[in-house]
């Protein structure tokens, strides 16, 4: 029985560094080369929203025309666009990441099981403190909020999250373990879960 981890791997926050001091992301590439790569690989991200991928596709496309007619093409033009989409794709790995941990949770509760750590909620709570969310839990970004803070608390939570799910098996297996009927219908939920597509529309 699994839930799906956070493919940290494919990840855009694998590329992002924060200053916690001045609460700002640090981005450096060799060259230009490196710099469309890294917009191509996070056009790849499962965890974004397709509208945000098809854009940054169309950036790094765009980017790599210029550079091809041009070598002294000036890349500041494209700065804020970049920047934008970053926080943008920022976002989108977010809200997924809550929806798979609010799972968890619902799927927890709904079987009375508790085996979830306080740090846990802490961590979660920490990310959802940076949107709004309306009573349909749809979540939108507080502008005002910080960007690079909300990477540094999506890192601290996905150590969490990995880790629940690395001892997760054993745990539900153990908990469950005379209880065959339960077992055959939360491998049931899990599975209905697993079916859940990466990347969200």
């Known amino acids: ?9 494919k990840s855009i926050l694998r590329f992002l560094q924060v200053d916690e001091t001045k609460r700002e992301i640090n981005l450096s590439f060799n060259d230009t080369t490196d710099f469309i790569f890294f917009l191509k690989e996070i056009a790849e991200d499962p965890n974004i929203a397709k509208k945000n991928a098809k854009k940054l596709t169309s950036l790094y496309i765009e980017i790599s025309n210029k ?9 500041s033009v494209y700065e804020t666009k970049c920047n934008n989409l970053i926080e943008a794709c920022v976002i989108d790995e977010a809200i997924y990441l809550v929806n798979m941990a609010k799972n968890i949770v619902i799927f927890l509760a ?5 085996l979830l ?13 940076h949107f709004n969310f309306d009573q349909n839990l749809t979540y939108s970004y507080i502008k005002n909020s910080s960007i690079a803070l909300l990477i540094f608390h999506l890192k601290q ?25 339960t077992k055959n219908k939360l ?13 969200p529309s």
């Not at 029985?1 to 791997?9: A, C, I, N, Q």
């Not at 550079?67 to 890349?75: A, E, Q, S, V, W």
């Not at 049931?188 to 990466?198: A, D, L, M, P």
């Open 1 to 9: 029985m699994k839930f799906k981890k956070f493919d940290s791997k």
């Open 67 to 75: 550079l091809g007619n041009d070598d002294n093409t000036d890349l």
């Open 157 to 181: 939570f996905i150590n969490i999250y990995d880790e629940f799910l690395n001892n997760f098996e054993n745990v539900i297996n153990h908990s469950l373990e005379n209880s065959i009927s």
């Open 117 to 129: 750590q306080k740090d846990f909620f802490d961590k979660l709570l920490l990310i959802e403190s």
């Open 110 to 114: 709904h079987n009375k099981l508790d």
């Open 187 to 199: 491998t049931q939920q899990i599975n209905h879960f697993n079916t859940i597509k990466r990347r």
